[in-house]
């Protein structure tokens, strides 16, 4: 470092001491030892000392408050045009704080382990400082927050196991802890890739916005559908075994429920292997994989799930169920079973898709059948329907086809459905969206199953868990894309942004 660096670094020491006074001892101490803990200059570049040993030790008794300094400058490296790295006497202003001493206790770290600490006027503002999945307990807050980011990220360990595995944080990954004012716990984010943290001034312009639109905090997210009629939109979770909700949540925030019927239970072969004894499941189960809901032009809601299809009435609140058969109780729930595997509405019906069956029923406003349309015998594992116009799009792994009201085809597209996933967009067109998490372009597509283009959906990137990647989502295709993960306690997400469609 040249002198002159050096002098403008000790004149910024000597003004934050002033500024100091008279040092509250009790944070004093809470501050000692932090000028060992400093990041070693050769084995991590990005953090650079800003004095040498020789100048620390003229400072005395004001070392600690250089170490402060030194340890608070941007993370990440600054380009062309972007702030310069400020000093901060962050440590010391919130030593005190019961935002940091709630992350020092939710991380189990003392202050020493503290790299630097800043305040955001709102806890939603996290985005602009740090680059890392949604964080529901933050999207929507209001209140002053405090980002404190420790030295190193956080060890874990494997559940069971004698001795149980312990995996080390990533390199270059460090903790981060934020506070919000009035709220005991913290929001606790471990192993931050060192480079998606950048400390103020500097700031990153956050892409899609989002907001927790319905807050789930007991069942699983299983399907959605938005309800243009109501303004509203549908959404099914369900808890472990049978217990399972129907939820409008208005544009307001307002939200009603409904429970949602089971049927009877479906004994699968008693005995299996091992002698293991597998349970009856109910009829209609909403954790199954092919769960989706649709409305109707009526406007009434419709859920398939497993072997069971709902017809629910929002006028009158009462639901109505219809349980399908399996001829085979050793293939109930399993590849070879005819499970529902796609539902689209269809006038103030339904059109119905089974696993296995290269045929679509449509069921009327009774539950009853009302006709079937014969697809060619390829066609056994449809996973989406779409009825636009006076054609039938369906598809599943092996691609999109188009097909008359009579079953005819007319046409096949090299486009993958999967469960969920092929919904209409006004009177001629479909689109297969998004299902897996990080994806966010929805494939559009004509009557005829050509590809008209593409639209980008709005999302703030989430994270998946350990189990899955899916993604529910559901849109009105103007300026509303909600979305959410298909898991337990999965809050469901909500960007307001337009729509770029194709022409």
């Known amino acids: 470092m040249n002198d002159e660096r050096g002098d403008i670094f000790e004149a910024d020491a000597a003004a934050g001491i002033k500024k100091l006074g008279a040092a509250d001892p009790a944070v004093v101490e809470r501050l000692q030892g932090t000028v060992t803990s400093l990041p070693d200059r050769r084995r991590r570049p990005a953090f650079r000392s800003v004095v040498s040993a020789r100048r620390m030790l003229g400072l005395g008794t004001a070392i600690a408050v250089v170490a402060i300094i030194a340890a608070t400058l941007v993370l990440r490296p600054a ?246 058969t399996e001829s085979d109780a050793t293939k109930v729930y399993v590849d070879g079973g005819h499970w529902l595997s796609a539902i689209a509405a269809d006038g103030d019906g339904v059109l119905v898709a089974r696993n296995g069956e290269s045929a679509l029923t449509r069921v009327d406003e009774s539950l009853a059948d009302a006709g079937t349309i014969t697809l060619p015998s390829s066609w056994t594992g449809v996973r989406g329907i779409a009825v636009v116009g006076d054609r039938i799009l369906a598809g599943g792994a092996s691609g999109l086809g188009m097909f008359d009201r009579t079953g005819v085809q007319l046409g096949q597209a090299s486009i993958v459905v999967q469960f969920a996933s092929l919904r209409p967009m006004g009177p001629d067109r479909a689109a297969v969206v998004p299902t897996t998490i990080g994806d966010s372009v929805a494939t559009v597509v004509d009557r005829n199953g050509a590809v008209v283009g593409t639209v980008a959906i709005p999302m703030e990137p989430i994270r998946s868990n350990l189990g899955y990647d899916r993604l529910v989502l559901a849109t009105d295709w103007t300026n509303h894309v909600w979305y959410g993960e298909w898991d337990d306690e999965a809050p469901v997400y909500l960007v307001e942004a337009a729509l770029a469609m194709p022409h």
């Open 79 to 324: 380009g062309p045009g972007s702030p310069s790295p400020t000093t901060d006497l962050s440590l010391v202003q919130f030593a005190k704080d019961p935002r940091m001493l709630a992350c020092e206790k939710a991380g189990d770290r003392t202050l020493n382990d503290v790299l630097s600490a800043f305040e955001l006027a709102h806890g939603k503002d996290y985005r602009a400082n740090l680059e890392i999945p949604l964080q529901a307990d933050l999207a929507s807050a209001e209140q002053p927050a405090l980002v404190v980011v420790f030295k190193t990220g956080d060890s874990s360990s494997s559940i069971g196991g004698n001795p149980p595995l312990v995996f080390t944080p990533p390199p270059g990954t460090r903790s981060v802890c934020v506070g919000l004012t009035g709220v005991k716990d913290p929001v606790l984010i471990t192993n931050v890739d060192e480079s998606k943290i950048i400390l103020p001034p500097a700031s990153s312009p956050p892409g899609p916005i989002a907001g927790v639109f319905f807050a789930n905090t007991r069942a699983a997210l299983a399907a959605m559908a938005w309800d243009a009629s109501r303004q509203s939109l549908w959404i099914v979770n369900w808890e472990t075994g049978p217990t399972a909700q129907l939820i409008r949540v208005g544009l307001d925030g307002k939200s009603e429920s409904w429970p949602l019927p089971n049927g009877p239970n479906i004994q699968i072969q008693p005995v299996i292997q091992a002698g293991l004894v597998q349970p009856a499941m109910p009829a209609a189960w909403y954790g199954w994989d092919a769960t989706d809901v649709v409305v109707d032009g009526e406007g009434k809601v419709w859920i398939a799930a497993g072997y069971g299809l709902v017809r629910f009435d929002p006028d009158t609140g009462k639901s109505q169920l219809r349980t399908f």
